[in-house]
């Protein structure tokens, strides 16, 4: 499977990442990759940086080294009504949203609390993405999620570093393989995202290929693989 876009990147200004924006891209220019998304912590991650930053990111240019640039954000779900830690006059001017949950930002609930957050996320039209869904700390209604991801067109991450063994979402493999299972089912695709936090990871879903290739997945259903097909696919473009 060749991937051609990383939809989940982390630079400097997310606190606890270690590359630049300008190594992030060029380390997916020299791998290949047509396209990668700019996605750092929105500001209630601990120190992370500020709205001003995602307010200007404009600045930055639309294609560098050959690689079109996504200018985006990892949001954090702050709450169990799925309130999300960006304004909607900022976060509109984005190209591309993932929202997650993070234990600094959000302790886990019941799998009642947890479920509903991510569903009140996923119902925000601004919201592409549900960041790094699987992870067993946070239980879920996996169906439940799956079917309202499908019924508001938010993507579902496969998302490599909750693969990473011993990594501290470990146990999300049982969670993912299901959500793909149904995703095989019903024919809906996913993006899959290194989540990388240092450029060495950029476009390295090493760990993701092998899960997919032990269920059969197809490729097909990956939208990173047909960066036109993931741009027509992210909720905001469409319509």
Known sequence: MKILADTHTHCMASGHAYSTI???????????????????????????????????????????????????????????EGTIDMDERTLSRLDISIASL?????APGTKEENTRACIRAMENPLV????H??????????????????????LLEINNASLVPGGFRAGSDENIVFLLRMAMKEDVPVVVSSDAHFYTGIGDVMY?????????????LVLNTDPQKLMYAIKRNKG
């Open 208 to 220: 993701v290929e092998r899960l997919m290739e032990k269920i059969d997945f197809p490729k097909e």
């Open 133 to 154: 869904p699987g992870d067993p700390r946070y239980p879920m209604d996996y169906e439940e999620i799956f079917k309202v991801s499908k019924q508001t067109g938010t």
């Open 22 to 80: 300008q190594e992030n891209i060029r380390a997916a220019a020299d791998k290949g990759l047509e396209l990668i998304a700019l996605t750092d912590h929105a500001p209630a991650m601990q120190n992370t940086t500020s709205h001003a930053y995602f307010a200007n990111l404009h600045v930055i240019p639309d294609e560098l080294f050959g690689v079109r640039v996504l200018k985006g954000v990892e949001l954090n779900i702050i709450d169990f």
């Open 128 to 131: 592409d993405i549900l960041g």
């Open 102 to 106: 993070h234990t600094p930002c959000i």
